[in-house]
T-cell receptor, first 108, second 113 residues
Framework: AQRVTQPEKLLSVFKGAPVELKCNYSYSGSPELFWYVQYSRQRLQLLLR??SRESIKGFTADLNKGETSFHLKKPFAQEEDSAMYYCALSGGYQKVTFGTGTKLQVIP | DAGVIQSPRHEVTEMGQEVTLRCKPI?????LFWYRQTMMRGLELLIYFNNNVPIDDSGMPEDRFSAKMPNASFSTLKIQPSEPRDSAVYFC???????????FGSGTRLTVV
């Protein structure tokens, strides 16, 4: 079975502070991991994927197979980062499992 | 590419009525997913198709829900009869190679009164 855990429902940080959104996963094979972002009342958008090792809007995420984690980080939060963030795992048959999401609130 | 297209954007219906939600995936994508999003439960996978074949429908809440994908460019999610607790935003997403992630539609906001 594949499972994604996002332990924090809400994360509030001040503008300029570092951000870390936690994601842990459970999967027996080699997973594909993603972060999606959903701004207020909009569609989910792919933010980044672990395989590309990219930085998008200042966010990065490193896959740690030992800790089965894929935490999302940004050194300096901006107000426009306020949104819901979903960690997702893709396993066999392209099935995608999402975590329950973390609402990031950046306080001016 | 217009992306994943869902219709309608908003649907308000009375309890007991049949509701049909529609999705047009991105051309060339071979997987399609239906999700339901609510404040209480977050994002739930209802069903997904691969090459038009339903692979996993274990997330479909009840027999009142059914989904079809008659061809690679169209899918429907039907609720019959609808109930107030079905009120949610329903998202459709499609994908090709898993490493590229998935593209979501704008969602259908369903309100059952």
């Amino acid at each position: 079975a594949q499972r994604v855990t996002q332990p924090e429902k809400l994360l509030s940080v001040f503008k300029g502070a570092p951000v870390e959104l936690k994601c842990n996963y459970s999967y027996s094979g080699s997973p594909e991991l993603f972060w999606y972002v959903q701004y207020s009342r909009q569609r989910l958008q792919l933010l980044l994927r672990h395989i590309s090792r990219e930085s998008i809007k200042g966010f990065t995420a490193d896959l740690n197979k030992g800790e089965t984690s894929f935490h999302l980080k940004k050194p300096f939060a901006q107000e426009e980062d306020s949104a819901m963030y979903y960690c997702a795992l893709s396993g066999g048959y392209q099935k995608v499992t999402f975590g329950t999401g973390t609402k990031l609130q950046v306080i001016p | 590419d217009a992306g994943v297209i869902q219709s309608p954007r908003h649907e308000v219906t009375e309890m007991g009525q049949e509701v049909t939600l529609r999705c047009k995936p991105i051309s060339g994508h071979n997987s399609l997913f239906w999700y339901r999003q609510t404040m209480m439960r977050g994002l739930e996978l209802l069903i997904y198709f691969n090459n038009n074949v339903p692979i996993d429908d274990s997330g479909m809440p009840e027999d009142r829900f059914s989904a079809k994908m008659p061809n690679a460019s169209f899918s429907t999610l039907k609720i019959q009869p609808s109930e107030p607790r079905d009120s949610a935003v329903y998202f459709c997403a499609s994908g090709g190679r898993t490493t590229y992630g998935y593209t979501f539609g704008s969602g259908t906001r369903l309100t059952v009164v």
